[in-house]
């Protein structure tokens, strides 16, 4: 074989080593960070229920079901629910009345014994809180990412587009 053609091949199989660790760390950190923003946009609400909720006084769950329903955040098909110490659902909204989660105590006692679970179930992101400043409760807000999942997907036709581009003109 000509030492061009391996020079060659070798430049090749170096650009496509450096190339695809580029495009793989930034599809990583960028995955994870709307994870992170996503568990901090739930949480957020996870909490502000609960601080509602604990203030029976002043929020009673109709009013609460009002705010919940004009308050816009960036997911589609928003849940939030309330649990009692009792594992009693105290509290509940949908977005969309077909689109429910099921919790069962079992979720409900790991979340007290650690604060806070995140996790995905079907399409939607999902946390689990446990609020305990003037009541126990947990709370669980859930959504659909569409925008965070759509800028997902173009980034990574960005990445393998600019992946193959880049071995093209290697």
Do not use: W
Not at 2 to 23: A, E, H, K, M
Not at 93 to 116: C, E, H, K, P, Q
Not at 117 to 129: R, S
Not at 137 to 147: K, P, S
Request: charged share 20%; aromatic share 12%.
């Amino acid at each position: 074989m000509p030492v061009r053609i391996r020079i060659t091949l070798l430049f090749t199989g170096i650009v496509f080593v450096i190339l695809g660790l580029v495009c793989v760390t930034v599809y990583y950190f960028n995955v994870n960070s709307r994870r992170n923003y996503i568990e901090t946009r739930l949480t957020n609400l996870a909490l502000t229920t609960g601080r509602f909720l604990s203030r029976a006084e002043t929020f009673s769950p109709r009013i609460l079901q009002k705010i919940d329903s004009l308050t816009a955040i960036a997911f589609t098909h928003k849940t939030v629910m309330a649990f009692d110490q009792h594992d009693r659902k105290i509290y509940s909204f949908n977005d969309d009345d077909a689109d429910t989660i099921v919790v069962d105590t079992g979720m409900l006692r790991a979340v007290r014994s650690r604060g806070r679970i995140y996790q995905t179930m079907g399409d939607k992101d999902v946390v689990f809180y446990h609020y305990n400043q003037g009541a126990d409760l947990v709370v669980v807000a859930a959504g659909y990412d569409i925008f965070g999942r759509q800028t997902i997907r173009s980034l990574l036709y960005i990445l393998l587009l600019s992946f193959f581009f880049g071995l093209c003109i290697a």
